[in-house]
């Protein structure tokens, strides 16, 4: 870790740490809110019409739906260092990556909302967003979203780009057979990738404390010869400048680096998860990373109320834009359920 | 480039290969042809492959082509799928069916169904190589086929070819199609010099670029009495089976499936139309599986084209045993297959 | 008229045996120069043989017959 993001990890209120520049503050903040306003909307939605009770294959969007609130900071922080044209590939919590990787916001929301307009016209659902556009896709198998990157990435490499793959896996992934697979052989191999780990600290209800035979994944990349880092407190700009060095480092053809985060799972599991077992969940709210952002930014001179309010009410247009757009499109056809399979 | 069904007539001057050599031929005329066709997988490289898929690619192509991985099945049917999804056309080995346990999230939850789940708009152009099948003894975990466990999986073709000609139009065919396709062959077709192998391992193939059409069976020798449908090493079996009983006046016919997805139901059906009676040979293992599926779609379509019940002729429901003659009193092997051709006929 | 020759595949055991284990052409066939003729193996080692010369190839020895190094295993006419 450099000085500066140890400082910054260290001390996270200290506003005017320097390094980053306005607009960059300021874009990674932007994201951070669409992010958090999608997904508040997505909860909104949701719940909307499970009732009376909980009925989980009922209403608008039916199914699991495993939200990010909390985990913003990670993909603003990476996915400000990349361009459409790099892939990444998420896990069954994937919309913050989506939003902040330039994901198109209405056919993503069609697709949850299992609409013909969507990504894969209701063919997917919520974890199984893809967009060749943006070359990103996520899967619903843990650490599985992994080996695949390392495709893209070789792709790109034998197509003569500088273009990288950024997996993104949970820290309960990091115990997942994929995950020591994929880190050797991008190792062995050079590929332009960047390994991801959010560590939520939470396996849905087992703690990463009782997982996980190390108190870092940032070790772990070491024992496969490639660089790791850990950054602490959820950290906005230690994820961004931690990417920066990663990315960097594919692009010259230097090879995997993996970046741990460890950030926060401001609500449960799933929704419907009760979260019984989580004993710091009180305490939750007070540690979510973008008003502690805003805060911050207030205090260097880079938002002030009219900046946050503009910011918000983007955020809230292009959401509520999209969920009109997804409510608007069709319902698939029944019989076309049997159609896709096969090219 | 033609599209033809293969020319099984072999000519007193025919070209002949073993299965692997015809398969080699496959690879390295697509590989010079599309520079986006690569192998990987383990032993893949100078070894040439554990059952002589790859034999001399290496030195032909080069270590960027052709692939030695690490032993992360996972990692790299994963990194196929990635490769796949941006454009290039990947053929991947698992050096043995039986090792699907260690990777089938990648092969059924991610290359089976990212087209479908991205509602068509993502393609994964993948060959998916393994070697199947017993005979040597090699054991309950290095012995089975499992392509019945690969067609019941939506989402990937699967192709299993028995003779030399078929093995090359069918991996031309496998390499040229936007879908995965899982490509098993039977190290007893592959004409090993290090292992016995059945005459018609070693067998006229056709020079030049053609395609053998995925989907469709092939009636490998046509007769009145009976239809055997089967697969793979299991044809080559039945030839035995028939070329004997023809001497007696009974006429089999052998329907070689050739592909289990697509299935060649039509191709079924009208055998059976013709014979009135069905035994179905499958080295893969007897229930929920490919002879349960050929039964079916007899007995959903038309059960009284049967004029005596189907037998099936399978490897029971146990793992492979080890010792010889153990192995042979599971396998689907002549003596089986005449057993069950006779009762059928009998009555 | 030239002989085809079963190659030395095992340098330390000059007088090791070997088969033939699979024959690409049928007797009488003919042949051009190059043409892989056989596949040959002497304890796990294998190896191709081609055609040395063009013209009608008669096969000396059967597949998985034991066949010395360096004895004639077909001719060329």
Same mark, same amino acid.
């Given at each position: 870790?450099?000085?500066?993001?140890?400082?910054?990890?260290?001390?996270?209120?200290?506003?005017?740490?320097?390094?980053?520049?306005?607009?960059?503050?300021?874009?990674?903040?932007?994201?951070?809110?669409?992010?958090?306003?999608?997904?508040?909307?997505?909860?909104?939605?949701?719940?909307?019409?499970?009732?009376?009770?909980?009925?989980?294959?009922?209403?608008?969007?039916?199914?699991?739906?495993?939200?990010?609130?909390?985990?913003?900071?990670?993909?603003?922080?990476?996915?400000?260092?990349?361009?459409?044209?790099?892939?990444?590939?998420?896990t069954h919590r994937p919309h913050h990556f989506a939003v902040a990787h330039g994901v198109d916001l209405r056919r993503m929301t069609a697709e949850i909302?299992?609409?013909?307009?969507?990504?894969?016209?209701?063919?997917?659902?919520?974890?199984?967003?893809?967009?060749?556009?943006?070359?990103?896709?996520?899967?619903?198998?843990?650490?599985?979203?992994?080996?695949?990157?390392?495709?893209?990435?070789?792709?790109?490499?034998?197509?003569?780009?500088?273009?990288?793959?950024?997996?993104?896996?949970?820290?309960?992934?990091?115990?997942?057979?994929?995950?020591?697979?994929?880190?050797?052989?991008?190792?062995?191999?050079?590929?332009?990738?960047?390994?991801?780990?959010?560590?939520?600290?939470?396996?849905?209800?087992?703690?990463?404390?009782?997982?996980?035979?190390?108190?870092?994944?940032?070790?772990?990349?070491?024992?496969?010869?490639?660089?790791?880092?850990?950054?602490?407190?959820?950290?906005?700009?230690?994820?961004?400048?931690?990417?920066?060095?990663?990315?960097?480092?594919?692009?010259?053809?230097?090879?995997?680096?993996?970046?741990?985060?460890?950030?926060?799972?401001?609500?449960?599991?799933?929704?419907?998860?009760?979260?019984?077992?989580?004993?710091?969940?009180?305490?939750?709210?007070?540690?979510?990373?973008?008003?502690?952002?805003?805060?911050?930014?207030?205090?260097?001179?880079?938002?002030?109320?009219?900046?946050?309010?503009?910011?918000?009410?983007?955020?809230?247009?292009?959401?509520?834009?999209?969920?009109?757009?997804?409510?608007?499109?069709?319902?698939?056809?029944?019989?076309?359920?049997?159609?896709?399979?096969?090219? | 480039?033609?599209?033809?069904?293969?020319?099984?007539?072999?000519?007193?001057?025919?070209?002949?290969?073993?299965?692997?050599?015809?398969?080699?031929?496959?690879?390295?005329?697509?590989?010079?042809?599309?520079?986006?066709?690569?192998?990987?997988?383990?032993?893949?490289?100078?070894?040439?492959?554990?059952?002589?898929?790859?034999?001399?690619?290496?030195?032909?192509?080069?270590?960027?082509?052709?692939?030695?991985?690490?032993?992360?099945?996972?990692?790299?049917?994963?990194?196929?799928?990635?490769?796949?999804?941006?454009?290039?056309?990947?053929?991947?080995?698992?050096?043995?069916?039986?090792?699907?346990?260690?990777?089938?999230?990648?092969?059924?939850?991610?290359?089976?169904?990212?087209?479908?789940?991205?509602?068509?708009?993502?393609?994964?152009?993948?060959?998916?190589?393994?070697?199947?099948?017993?005979?040597?003894?090699?054991?309950?975990?290095?012995?089975?086929?499992?392509?019945?466990?690969?067609?019941?999986?939506?989402?990937?073709?699967?192709?299993?070819?028995?003779?030399?000609?078929?093995?090359?139009?069918?991996?031309?065919?496998?390499?040229?199609?936007?879908?995965?396709?899982?490509?098993?062959?039977?190290?007893?077709?592959?004409?090993?010099?290090?292992?016995?192998?059945?005459?018609?391992?070693?067998?006229?193939?056709?020079?030049?670029?053609?395609?053998?059409?995925?989907?469709?069976?092939?009636?490998?020798?046509?007769?009145?009495?009976?239809?055997?449908?089967?697969?793979?090493?299991?044809?080559?079996?039945?030839?035995?089976?028939?070329?004997?009983?023809?001497?007696?006046?009974?006429?089999?016919?052998?329907?070689?499936?050739?592909?289990?997805?697509?299935?060649?139901?039509?191709?079924?059906?009208?055998?059976?139309?013709?014979?009135?009676?069905?035994?179905?040979?499958?080295?893969?293992?007897?229930?929920?599986?490919?002879?349960?599926?050929?039964?079916?779609?007899?007995?959903?379509?038309?059960?009284?084209?049967?004029?005596?019940?189907?037998?099936?002729?399978?490897?029971?429901?146990?793992?492979?045993?080890?010792?010889?003659?153990?192995?042979?009193?599971?396998?689907?092997?002549?003596?089986?297959?005449?057993?069950?051709?006779?009762?059928?006929?009998?009555? | 008229? %030239?002989?085809?020759?079963?190659?030395?595949?095992?340098?330390?055991?000059?007088?090791?045996?070997?088969?033939?284990? %699979?024959?690409?052409?049928?007797?009488?066939?003919?042949?051009?120069?190059?043409?892989?003729?056989?596949?040959?193996?002497?304890?796990?080692?294998?190896?191709?043989?081609?055609?040395?010369?063009?013209?009608?190839?008669?096969?000396?020895?059967?597949?998985?017959? %034991?066949?010395?190094?360096?004895t004639p295993i077909a001719r060329i006419d």
């Amino acid at each position: 870790m450099t000085t500066q993001a140890a400082a910054q990890a260290a001390n996270p209120q200290q506003a005017g740490a320097p390094g980053l520049d306005a607009a960059v503050r300021l874009g990674l903040y932007e994201t951070m809110v669409l992010s958090r306003t999608y997904e508040e909307a997505i909860l909104r939605e949701y719940h909307a019409d499970k009732g009376p009770g909980f009925d989980i294959g009922k209403g608008l969007i039916p199914g699991e739906m495993h939200l990010s609130a909390g985990q913003e900071p990670v993909a603003a922080g990476v996915c400000a260092h990349l361009t459409t044209d790099d892939a990444v590939t998420a896990t069954h919590r994937p919309h913050h990556f989506a939003v902040a990787h330039g994901v198109d916001l209405r056919r993503m929301t069609a697709e949850i909302f299992g609409r013909e307009d969507g990504l894969g016209r209701g063919r997917g659902g919520h974890m199984h967003l893809f967009d060749p556009d943006t070359h990103f896709s996520c899967s619903g198998i843990i650490a599985e979203g992994y080996p695949p990157a390392l495709g893209q990435a070789f792709a790109f490499h034998r197509q003569g780009t500088d273009r990288i793959a950024v997996a993104v896996t949970g820290e309960g992934a990091a115990n997942q057979g994929a995950f020591h697979e994929s880190l050797n052989l991008a190792a062995r191999w050079s590929l332009p990738v960047v390994f991801v780990v959010e560590d939520n600290d939470w396996g849905i209800s087992v703690p990463r404390t009782a997982s996980t035979s190390v108190a870092s994944n940032a070790d772990r990349a070491v024992a496969y010869g490639i660089p790791g880092e850990r950054i602490e407190s959820n950290d906005v700009e230690g994820v961004y400048d931690a990417a920066r060095r990663a990315v960097a480092r594919a692009r010259a053809g230097e090879g995997p680096s993996l970046i741990e985060v460890h950030t926060l799972r401001l609500w449960g599991h799933f929704e419907g998860d009760a979260q019984g077992y989580r004993l710091d969940l009180a305490d939750a709210p007070s540690h979510d990373p973008i008003p502690r952002y805003e805060t911050l930014l207030r205090e260097a001179g880079v938002l002030d109320d009219d900046a946050v309010a503009r910011i918000r009410s983007a955020a809230s247009e292009r959401t509520e834009d999209a969920i009109a757009f997804a409510k608007n499109s069709p319902v698939p056809d029944a019989a076309s359920a049997t159609s896709y399979v096969f090219a | 480039m033609t599209i033809t069904e293969t020319p099984t007539t072999p000519t007193p001057q025919s070209r002949r290969l073993t299965t692997s050599k015809a398969i080699v031929e496959a690879i390295a005329f697509e590989m010079e042809r599309d520079p986006s066709v690569f192998y990987l997988g383990e032993d893949v490289g100078s070894y040439g492959g554990i059952f002589g898929s790859t034999g001399g690619l290496l030195d032909r192509f080069g270590k960027d082509r052709v692939i030695d991985t690490p032993i992360s099945e996972t990692a790299f049917i994963g990194l196929g799928i990635g490769a796949a999804v941006e454009g290039m056309r990947p053929i991947v080995e698992l050096m043995f069916a039986d090792f699907m346990g260690v990777c089938l999230d990648q092969i059924y939850n991610h290359m089976a169904k990212i087209h479908f789940e991205s509602g068509g708009n993502v393609k994964v152009p993948m060959v998916l190589t393994m070697a199947a099948g017993g005979g040597y003894s090699d054991g309950a975990q290095h012995s089975q086929c499992l392509w019945g466990t690969f067609a019941h999986l939506p989402g990937m073709k699967v192709v299993v070819p028995s003779t030399p000609a078929d093995a090359k139009g069918l991996m031309t065919s496998a390499i040229r199609d936007d879908n995965p396709v899982v490509y098993v062959f039977h190290k007893g077709v592959m004409g090993l010099p290090w292992m016995a192998k059945n005459p018609r391992s070693n067998d006229a193939v056709p020079e030049g670029d053609y395609e053998t059409p995925i989907g469709k069976a092939n009636v490998v020798r046509e007769g009145g009495d009976v239809t055997v449908v089967t697969i793979s090493l299991s044809v080559h079996h039945a030839l035995d089976v028939a070329e004997k009983l023809a001497g007696e006046g009974i006429g089999v016919e052998v329907l070689d499936l050739r592909s289990l997805v697509p299935l060649d139901r039509e191709a079924i059906l009208a055998s059976v139309a013709k014979t009135g009676r069905l035994v179905v040979v499958d080295e893969d293992y007897l229930s929920f599986g490919m002879s349960g599926e050929v039964v079916a779609t007899i007995a959903e379509h038309d059960p009284t084209l049967l004029k005596r019940p189907a037998e099936r002729v399978a490897v029971p429901d146990v793992p492979i045993p080890y010792a010889h003659a153990l192995e042979y009193a599971v396998l689907p092997r002549q003596d089986r297959i005449e057993a069950a051709v006779r009762r059928t006929v009998a009555g | 008229m %030239t002989d085809v020759v079963f190659p030395p595949l095992s340098k330390e055991s000059p007088d090791a045996e070997g088969v033939v284990s %699979t024959w690409f052409v049928r007797e009488g066939e003919t042949v051009a120069a190059d043409q892989l003729l056989a596949e040959v193996q002497v304890d796990k080692v294998a190896a191709e043989v081609p055609a040395p010369a063009a013209g009608v190839v008669h096969l000396l020895c059967e597949e998985e017959a %034991t066949v010395a190094q360096g004895t004639p295993i077909a001719r060329i006419d």
